[in-house]
């Protein structure tokens, strides 16, 4: 049985992570000498949204305008990254208890593969860098999929960027537990060295459409449901990517499989995404028809002195 992770904004909050609500909010700060924007983004779903829209715009009509406006949001945006991964340099211990069967590293190192939404650093400053092995698995080590850093990003893991490697030739070292960050990542650039491999807005499909290394990575997680008999934990994901939905939703149907999701917010997760949810005739996504073994005490919580909670978590991997 092929176990799974999955890995969302709300995982990197244990740590100080910001929520997309919480980007939302820092931006309406930082965008006080543009109002026209700053309400704009103020009255919108998100943050994401409002950045879709000037995208678009750009792209549609490449003017200076058009140009500053769409700065005027991915400026602070990257600058939210840049906050959030000096922060992560910071942190002494990344597990939240002495016990090292409760070592958030041992627990990451017993699934056969993580796919992460997140684009910050924390898993490339406080898991990848690790000394191996960890857990059950027995892993050498831990290898981003698709891209090779150049530089040293164990010692310079802010200032290292990552470029697309020859994935198709190379897919996985043996015996390195491989890593997919579906999104892309602040530091990671194009095959042309220059421009960004990080999606953001609300139409993220395509935007994976134009990059050959995001296809070739969210086609493996569609593939690992089709192709292996898999269980998924899901992390501090909040089912706002209709893309990841989707491949979840059509695997589960064609076949299905066990889920877990440590979530505090429960079912009430879907009540954020969907559009249906103030209308008064409430439509499920389909997602919402999966069953879901919910874990909503706080992960700080379970990894430290909720046994509980811990050993419920546990029982994924019996």
Same mark, same amino acid.
């Given at each position: 049985m092929t176990k799974i992770l999955l890995l969302g904004a709300g995982f990197s909050k244990n740590w100080g992570g910001l929520?997309?609500?919480?980007?939302?909010?820092?931006?309406?700060?930082?965008?006080?000498?543009?109002?026209?924007? #700053?309400?704009? *983004?103020?009255?919108?779903?998100?943050?994401?949204?409002?950045? @879709? &829209? %000037?995208l678009d715009e750009f792209v549609k009509s490449p003017?200076?305008?058009?140009?500053?406006?769409?700065?005027?949001?991915?400026?602070?945006?990257?600058?939210?990254f840049s906050i959030m991964n000096k922060s992560f340099l910071k942190i002494s211990n990344f597990n939240f208890s002495q016990d090292a069967k409760k070592s958030i #590293?041992?627990? *990451?190192?017993?699934?056969?593969?993580?796919?992460?939404?997140? @684009? &910050? %650093?924390?898993?490339?400053?406080?898991y990848m860098g690790n000394q191996f092995p960890l857990g059950g698995k027995q892993w050498d080590g831990a290898q981003l999929i698709g891209m090779y850093p150049k530089g040293d990003w164990r010692s310079n893991p802010l200032e290292t960027l990552w470029m697309p490697t020859d994935f198709h030739s190379q897919i996985q070292q043996h015996r390195f537990q491989p890593i997919y960050k579906l999104h892309g990542s602040v530091n990671w650039?194009?095959?042309n060295g220059v421009d960004s491999t990080m999606i953001i807005g609300k139409d993220k499909f395509n935007q994976i459409g134009n990059s050959h290394v995001l296809r070739f990575l969210n086609g493996q997680f569609f593939n690992i449901f089709h192709q292996k008999e898999v269980k998924l934990m899901?992390?501090?994901?909040?089912?706002?990517?209709?893309?990841?939905?989707?491949?979840?939703?059509s695997a589960y149907d064609n076949k299905p499989f066990e889920i877990h999701c440590i979530n505090p917010d429960g079912k009430n997760s879907f009540l954020r995404v969907n559009n249906t949810a103030n209308?008064?005739?409430?439509?499920?996504?389909?997602?919402?028809?999966?069953?879901?073994?919910?874990h909503t005490r706080n992960m700080s919580s379970i990894f430290d002195n909720d046994e509980i909670g811990f050993d419920k978590l546990n029982e994924f991997f019996n």
């Open positions: 929520l997309a609500d919480e980007v939302t909010e820092y931006l309406v700060q930082k965008l006080q000498s543009n109002p026209i924007i #700053q309400k704009k *983004l103020y009255n919108s779903k998100g943050f994401e949204d409002t950045y @879709q &829209d %000037l003017t200076p305008e058009n140009k500053s406006n769409f700065e005027a949001i991915s400026v602070p945006v990257r600058e939210i #590293q041992n627990f *990451l190192s017993r699934f056969d593969a993580i796919f992460t939404l997140n @684009q &910050d %650093l924390l898993l490339e400053m406080h650039v194009g095959e899901m992390i501090g994901y909040g089912f706002g990517d209709d893309h990841i939905n989707s491949m979840i939703t209308t008064g005739i409430y439509v499920p996504q389909a997602i919402e028809q999966i069953p879901i073994i919910w």
